[in-house]
């Protein structure tokens, strides 16, 4: 047990010992003088005997002491620190002790001094034997004593004309020291002065965090560098002018300002002989700050760039090499340097290919403003110019920049897009931080330039008839916008400052303009959307003409139905075409074919136009459910009495008695089969949507429409771009709902079941046939004329009948002999359509027998309310069936019809209504057609115009909410179902009113 713990005090002694091991402190200085801090082993350590780091850090002889070596130790610090003897003094390198000499002014401190302007010198410098004593000599012309003190050396003037004055590099006589020269008095006269209050008045037009956004202040450093650099620009020399340029940039370009009108006076003076690099406008030995008004819009469009970009090169992405230009607020140039990531203050980011061509990329982040507002630094404000390298020349090519903040007459003149009044400059700063110092305020500036946009945007050279193709093109020179934010200092540093953290937006866009391939898909689609529309507007005009002979009345708002109808079927495959077109040829290649149109010119009418493709489709959609919902439908009961009522007691029946009544239950079951089916679809949206859903947001399909060439799914960008979004969306459900519609056509009528067919199959087991008036002339028959004597019967008797039919033991069950062809398309004459209306009319008005009315009957069709008495319905139903059934059995002696098949162009064109037939005829005609064409007055038969409504509110709400897909599926199935139920209720009103069965009854 004794050994247990012994064992355990050790563990734990060895634990404290290796913990305090372990503990390095974080310093780097030591308290005593006599201690030095020990890199190596991390720790303070004392300096051996008669050494002492006199304040260098290290262990060394103090000032009057010389160091004394022991050539015997094996250590090269094994040295003693000896005091020199009295009116002796150690040499610079501490070996030995001299004395001063007779030009010295003897022992000062711990060394020699000298008089102002001489210098200490221990060496022969003919010779380089060291002296007696120390000695006092002057320097060389040009040349002035080292600030240290004692000086053991001189310096050179920054002019080599300047004369040693005590020390002080001064001009000689007759002259002035402007910055580094020695100028002529009167050419220094000439120069002028501009140290007035107004040359250093700094202008602020937009501060944020005050109530007043426009201020001014006399910046201390105009006061500084404006009136040096005005004068030496005058002189032709090079560093004044960046000044003066730089300083002009400080003023925002603002020709009111004295730095840009001293700048641009001096250009002007230079302009005939100037002109570099193809720009006219550049001036002599002076910085290019800034295009003319007439080269601002062409430099944008220019052919300076002559390589040829990609997409990526041997799977790598493209990368464009940027370099800039670097010079400080006193003009020196700094050189060049690699643009990477000095103007993302968001951090290093591997999903922000900012220089990589074609992606289009996007990032936002909140930086802290207060790290700029306590350097005083020259280097706190660089100044750059941009150039864009090029391969093909191994040149640079000079970039513009759209500085936002550009100031003519006191306003913002770059404010908005480009435009004839837009300036472009090349010399720009990211953070202005020198401005906002006074002299009130030297330690920290008392407002802040910071940026808060800077996007970089590069567009495709226009060229001409070779644009019509897809080949590889050149670009122009990049653009660079930049917008900075004027911010009060106070209102960043201050107690409970709320302004401290600024939004800044870093973007890449990569376009074209409206020409190349992209303008002839434009012209080729357009020509054929204008053709194929106005096609099919005559075409469906022309027909609506004929199946409404003699009513012109609604021939107005027929043409304005008909004018949306087309539209909105031709453009929303013109806009699918188009943006199908466009993802094709930029997604995934590494050749540039294409890019992306501007904003201005490719996104806004497309934007437009899909909006108005959606009101369009809208109006079809209510003309949809006007033309549905006011169908004349009328049940002709074909059923006969089975004889007279017996007497009482079962007597045989009287010669007056009445007949037995027809079951009414047959008509019933029909009529609530036909309103049950009125909404029924060939696609379930719930599912589209479900669908559309997942595969756009759960596996994230809609990332593959972001504004960049390759599918990656990391890149930081502004969303997706709207054309390529809806390529996107409209495939996926495209695809969805034609998947559905196939089921639906090879399957699901086949192999399970199908509505309108089985409706037509009820309509024929209970001997009732449908009419169904779409237009005042035209509709559609169903033929559904039992073949049995007798069909309310009981199981036994129904089972019986199909049995027989069967068998082939009865008549077919066509509307003519031989024929299985049930399903008719009716046009009408005027004169069969006015007696059925008639009738109708005598059911609303209440007289007591029809007869011939006034043109008011054909012009109009009837809705006639439930408060007709019953008495006048029952009378108008038997002479509406019976009228009916004269009509369809060739025994009315006015009205007959003919029945004929349709033609093969007929069959071709009658999906989209053209029309059949054109003319008049004295009879009617009737039309066999499939048995589920009829359709048309229901939901199944109008699927297209539903889907395609249902995928542009899908697009369109996308589009609005910023692409939530959520939001987009909710609205869009809400939508639907509203559409749904108004059809629904609308629909079952219209059969109650038009079959004559109470609305009650329908379930």
Request: proline share 4%; with cysteine.
């Amino acid at each position: 047990q004794l050994m247990k713990r012994g064992r355990g005090w050790v563990v734990l002694a060895a634990w404290c010992v290796a913990a305090a091991v372990a503990q390095v402190e974080l310093r780097t200085t030591c308290e005593d003088d006599a201690e030095f801090y020990n890199a190596a082993n991390m720790q303070c350590e004392r300096c051996p005997a008669t050494q002492a780091t006199c304040g260098t850090g290290a262990c060394t002889c103090c000032a009057g002491t010389r160091r004394v070596w022991d050539a015997r130790a094996a250590n090269a610090s094994a040295f003693t620190c000896v005091a020199c003897a009295a009116n002796t003094v150690s040499s610079k390198d501490q070996s030995r002790c001299m004395g001063c000499g007779t030009t010295t002014l003897g022992i000062a401190g711990d060394d020699c001094a000298c008089s102002a302007g001489l210098y200490l010198v221990e060496f022969n410098s003919m010779t380089g034997a060291m002296l007696d004593t120390k000695q006092c000599y002057t320097c060389a012309r040009g040349t002035v004593p080292e600030s240290a003190s004692p000086p053991y050396s001189c310096v050179s003037c920054i002019n080599s004309l300047m004369l040693n004055d005590a020390g002080v590099c001064t001009c000689g006589a007759g002259t002035v020291e402007v910055g580094s020269l020695c100028v002529d008095d009167t050419v220094a006269a000439d120069l002028g002065s501009f140290t007035k209050e107004d040359d250093r008045t700094v202008k602020y037009y937009d501060v944020k965090g005050t109530d007043t956004p426009q201020q001014q202040l006399l910046s201390a450093t105009f006061a500084k560098y404006l009136d040096e650099a005005v004068k030496l620009c005058k002189l032709d020399d090079q560093r004044g002018c960046q000044s003066l340029g730089n300083l002009c940039a400080l003023q925002n370009f603002d020709d009111e300002s004295t730095a840009c009108a001293q700048f641009n006076n001096i250009a002007e003076e230079r302009s005939q002989r100037s002109g570099y690099h193809g720009f006219s406008s550049w001036p002599t030995d002076m910085p290019y700050l800034q295009y003319d008004a007439g080269e601002s819009k062409q430099v944008a469009s220019s052919d300076l760039v002559k390589m040829r970009v990609a997409f990526a090169k041997q799977h790598k992405r493209f990368q464009m090499e940027y370099y800039l230009a670097v010079y400080t607020v006193n003009g020196t140039f700094l050189g060049f340097e690699p643009l990477v990531n000095q103007f993302n203050l968001c951090g290093v980011d591997s999903r922000f290919p900012f220089y990589a061509f074609g992606f289009t990329t996007k990032r936002a982040c909140h930086y802290d403003a207060r790290h700029f507002t306590g350097n005083q630094s020259e280097l706190a404000t660089l100044f750059y110019d941009l150039y864009l390298y090029d391969a093909s020349t191994d040149e640079l090519v000079p970039v513009p920049v759209f500085y936002k903040n550009y100031v003519k007459g006191g306003v913002f003149i770059n404010d908005g897009k480009m435009s004839v009044t837009t300036r472009l400059t090349r010399r720009f700063f990211v953070v202005d931080i020198l401005s906002g110092f006074t002299e009130d305020s030297p330690q920290a500036p008392l407002i802040v330039r910071v940026p808060r946009e800077i996007i970089l945007e590069v567009t495709q050279q226009k060229t001409g008839k070779k644009g019509l193709t897809v080949k590889p093109k050149l670009i122009n020179p990049p653009l660079l916008t930049i917008r900075l934010e004027e911010r009060l200092v106070s209102s960043i540093t201050g107690v409970g400052a709320r302004h401290a953290n600024i939004k800044l937006i870093v973007r890449s866009e990569y376009h074209e303009e409206l020409v190349g391939p992209w303008l002839v898909l434009q012209i080729v689609l357009a020509i054929i959307a204008v053709g194929v529309g106005t096609l099919l507007f005559f075409g469906r005009v022309i027909c609506w003409v004929i199946r409404n002979p003699e009513n012109y009345l609604p021939l107005l708002g027929a043409v304005l139905m008909t004018a949306a109808r087309c539209f909105s079927d031709v453009f929303f495959w013109v806009l699918f075409a188009e943006s199908a077109f466009l993802y094709v040829l930029y997604k995934g290649n590494e050749t540039v074919k294409i890019l992306l149109p501007t904003n201005h010119q490719g996104l806004v009418w497309f934007e437009v136009l899909l909006c108005i493709c959606w009101v369009a489709k809208a109006l079809r959609i209510l003309h949809i459910l006007y033309r549905q919902t006011t169908v004349d439908v009328f049940i002709v009961d074909w059923e006969k009495t089975k004889g007279k009522l017996a007497g009482p007691g079962g007597q045989p029946a009287p010669t007056n008695a009445p007949n037995i009544p027809v079951s009414v239950w047959r008509t019933l079951l029909a009529v609530n089969e036909l309103n049950k089916i009125q909404t029924k679809r060939k696609t379930s949206l719930g599912l589209t949507l479900a669908v559309t859903v997942c595969v756009l947001a759960g596996c994230r399909g809609l990332r593959t429409a972001y504004p960049q060439p390759a599918f990656d799914v990391d890149i930081a960008t502004d969303g997706v771009h709207v054309i390529m979004a809806y390529a996107v969306c409209c495939f996926v459900m495209l695809v969805v709902a034609t998947l559905q519609v196939v089921y639906y056509q090879i399957l699901r009528v086949r192999l399970f079941k199908d509505e309108t067919t089985l409706f037509v199959d009820l309509l024929s087991v209970s001997n009732l046939s449908c009419f169904m008036l779409t237009d005042s002339a035209f509709g559609y028959y169903i033929h559904g004329r039992s073949v049995h004597s007798c069909t309310d019967t009981n199981l036994p008797g129904l089972c019986a009948n199909l049995q027989a039919e069967q068998a082939n033991k009865t008549a077919k069950r066509g509307l003519t002999d031989g024929t299985t062809d049930q399903v008719m398309e009716m046009y009408l004459t005027p004169a069969v359509a006015q007696q059925m209306r008639q009738i109708y009319f005598y059911l609303v008005k209440g007289v007591g027998a029809y007869q011939t009315l006034d043109s008011e009957v054909v012009a109009h069709r009837v809705r006639f309310s439930t408060s007709t008495p019953a008495q006048h319905i029952m009378q108008g139903y038997k002479a509406l069936n019976a009228f009916l059934k004269l009509f369809i059995t060739h025994t009315h002696p006015d009205h007959h019809y003919t029945v004929k098949p349709r033609t093969r162009p007929c069959k071709l064109v009658a999906p989209i209504e053209l029309p059949i037939e054109p003319g008049r005829n004295r009879q009617s005609r009737f039309y066999p057609v499939w048995s589920r064409e009829w359709n048309s007055t229901l939901f199944l038969g109008v699927e297209y115009d539903l889907t395609t409504f249902d995928i542009l509110t899908f697009l369109l709400v996308s589009f609005f909410s910023e692409y939530n897909i959520y939001a987009a599926a909710f609205v869009t199935f809400a939508l639907d179902g509203i559409v749904t139920k108004l059809r629904s209720w609308l629909g079952a009103k219209n059969i109650a009113y038009k079959t004559l069965v109470d609305h009650r009854f329908l379930l």
